[in-house]
């Protein structure tokens, strides 16, 4: 029997019953979570915005920069906002996850939903004036949908029962967001933020469809470097306080231990208990 969609290439913990969570593949995944946190905002909306949704003032707030990718995770209240955007992503973006592999697919996710907010804020400074809320995984699922048609601009999708090239349906999607949001800018519409933050994470699909190879690398390269400091780092500390160590234990067979001062002391105390605790 063929194994359900949501599952991962990874084997189940337990034989039988309903998939295991850690198997299921990270659309399905980020599916659940967006569901689940839909229902939280059911309950205590107002918490629920004030902890995830990107605010007009974030931007001057270093403490809520966190907001640039929480957006993502929180929908409006109607229900229809986060229905048509699970379903786009369990159509297009399992397919994009097997193309590009887990780590990409976070890769693209992340800069998706920052070329959303980014795009929000960029599109409020120009407008001006006024104070928007920007919600939703558009950001996220556009960048999906225009890698998606770059790689198989001709295959055929449905649009509402009508059979359609995949780079015409993801051409027409960009081009309304295009549309209504230079038509309500230059009305002063508040809409016209949210349109600009879908077109912003196109951008971002579009970039990731010619250079995401170098993207990958890049990034690859310098965790890689980040890894390799750190342990350098580490190192270099566990050799100072052997270093610092023996140099006390020398103190104490030539002149005995009363003679370390109390930040010696403090040191040998440390130290021994650090390395009984590895024990």
């Not at 995401?212 to 890049?218: A, E, F, L, N």
Request: aromatic residues 12%.
């Amino acid at each position: 029997m063929d194994r359900p969609q949501w599952y991962s290439d990874v084997e189940p913990s337990r034989p039988g019953g309903f998939p295991p969570f850690s198997t299921w593949s990270l659309t399905a995944r980020f599916i659940a979570i967006l569901a689940l946190i839909q229902i939280a905002q059911l309950i205590a909306p107002r918490t629920v915005l004030d902890w995830f949704a990107l605010q007009s003032a974030d931007r001057t707030q270093p403490l809520f920069w966190f907001h640039y990718l929480s957006y993502a995770l929180v929908h409006a209240d109607d229900p229809w906002h986060l229905i048509w955007n699970a379903l786009a992503f369990w159509f297009f973006g399992r397919e994009i996850e097997a193309h590009l592999g887990r780590r990409s697919y976070v890769v693209l996710g992340v800069l998706g939903a920052l070329g959303g907010s980014l795009t929000f804020h960029l599109v409020e400074v120009l407008r001006g004036s006024g104070v928007s809320v920007l919600v939703g995984a558009s950001g996220i699922l556009t960048a999906i949908l225009v890698l998606y048609a770059m790689l198989w601009p001709h295959r055929t999708v449905m649009l509402f029962f009508i059979p359609v090239r995949a780079w015409v349906l993801v051409s027409l999607f960009i081009g309304i967001d295009v549309y209504n949001g230079a038509r309500q800018l230059l009305q002063g519409g508040g809409g016209s933020v949210a349109h600009f933050a879908h077109v912003g994470g196109a951008v971002v699909g579009f970039v990731y469809a010619r250079y995401g190879d170098r993207i990958s690398d890049g990034l690859e390269r310098m965790t890689s470097r980040m890894k390799e400091r750190r342990l350098a780092e580490r190192s270099q500390a566990a050799a100072d306080e052997r270093q610092e160590l023996d140099r006390i234990l020398d103190k104490i067979s030539r002149e005995g231990m009363p003679s370390l001062t109390k930040s010696e002391r403090r040191f040998l105390e440390s130290t021994s208990k650090h390395l009984r605790d590895r024990r």
